[in-house]
């Protein structure tokens, strides 16, 4: 199927979907982290990918049970999960993936990039990515950092893509399985290089995907129109 949606900043009427695609990407941690109080942090910026699916077909949330987790702790994610984010908002658009990052100073710290698994390897978290770039470079950032597991080579690849190296290690960093985190950092994101390598890839990513320009700029949310009674 293909997918109409666009890059803006988050806004409070996604917390729910948001919430959803957290529980889904990250199911070993726990708790989700507050959305509602980082969008009120000054620190803290999120994006979504934003738009529309056909009636009826809205993926469905599945979480597997974790080893070392307990029967009643499983039960009581899923109901969790039963209990946010599975109804859409009353602009009725519909979140594919969300990314975020706290910024301090001149660096941007990537907390979390997540796309719905159903709609995953179709670009999305590539496009989420060279967004955030792009706002913590609009925001006076100087360089990008994140973690990555070591384990997980595909996003590594896509991180060294967009020209971040490694510059460290963090030891037993995944409280899950205690596994490793590598330290991997882009700088001079405001420099001509970094911008111009930027732009290629955007380029070559709206040519495999089909996307249109305007697609790559972060718009802000529309706002949720109240409804007559609620005033």
Same mark, same amino acid.
């Given at each position: 199927?293909?997918?109409? #949606?666009?890059? %803006?900043?988050?806004?409070?009427?996604?917390?729910?979907?948001? !919430? =959803?695609?957290?529980? $889904?990407?990250?199911? +070993?941690?726990?708790?989700?982290?507050?959305?509602?109080?980082?969008?009120?942090?000054?620190?803290?910026?999120?994006?979504?990918?934003?738009?529309?699916?056909?009636?009826?077909?809205?993926?469905?949330?599945?979480?597997?049970?974790?080893?070392?987790?307990?029967?009643?702790?499983?039960?009581?994610?899923?109901?969790?999960?039963?209990?946010?984010?599975?109804?859409?908002?009353?602009?009725?658009?519909?979140?594919?993936?969300?990314?975020?990052?706290?910024?301090?100073?001149?660096?941007?710290?990537?907390?979390?990039?997540?796309?719905?698994?159903? #709609?995953?390897? %179709?670009?999305?978290?590539?496009?989420?990515?060279?967004?955030? !770039? =792009?706002?913590?470079? $609009?925001?006076?950032? +100087?360089?990008?950092?994140?973690?990555?597991?070591?384990?997980?080579?595909?996003?590594?690849?896509?991180?060294?893509?967009?020209?971040?190296?490694?510059?460290?290690?963090?030891?037993?960093?995944?409280?899950?399985?205690?596994?490793?985190?590598?330290?991997?950092?882009?700088?001079?994101?405001?420099?001509?290089?970094?911008?111009?390598?930027?732009?290629?890839?955007?380029?070559?990513?709206?040519?495999?995907?089909?996307?249109?320009?305007?697609?790559?700029?972060?718009?802000?949310?529309?706002?949720?129109?109240?409804?007559?009674?609620?005033?």
């Amino acid at each position: 199927m293909d997918l109409t #949606y666009h890059i %803006r900043l988050m806004a409070k009427e996604d917390v729910r979907q948001v !919430i =959803d695609i957290d529980r $889904e990407a990250f199911p +070993s941690q726990w708790p989700v982290p507050d959305y509602k109080h980082e969008l009120e942090n000054r620190l803290a910026h999120y994006i979504v990918a934003s738009g529309e699916v056909e009636k009826g077909d809205e993926p469905q949330t599945k979480v597997e049970p974790q080893d070392g987790l307990s029967a009643f702790a499983f039960r009581l994610k899923q109901a969790f999960n039963r209990n946010h984010g599975k109804e859409l908002p009353a602009n009725g658009t519909y979140i594919f993936g969300f990314a975020g990052f706290w910024i301090m100073a001149d660096e941007a710290h990537i907390t979390s990039i997540a796309v719905r698994e159903k #709609y995953r390897r %179709r670009g999305i978290g590539e496009l989420l990515l060279g967004s955030l !770039i =792009d706002l913590a470079a $609009e925001l006076k950032a +100087s360089m990008v950092t994140l973690e990555v597991r070591v384990s997980n080579y595909g996003a590594q690849q896509l991180y060294s893509k967009y020209g971040f190296v490694q510059v460290g290690i963090r030891r037993g960093y995944y409280t899950d399985n205690g596994e490793d985190a590598l330290l991997m950092t882009l700088e001079g994101i405001t420099s001509p290089s970094v911008r111009a390598n930027l732009k290629q890839l955007k380029q070559m990513h709206a040519q495999k995907w089909g996307l249109e320009p305007a697609v790559y700029q972060i718009q802000k949310p529309s706002p949720v129109q109240p409804r007559a009674d609620s005033f």
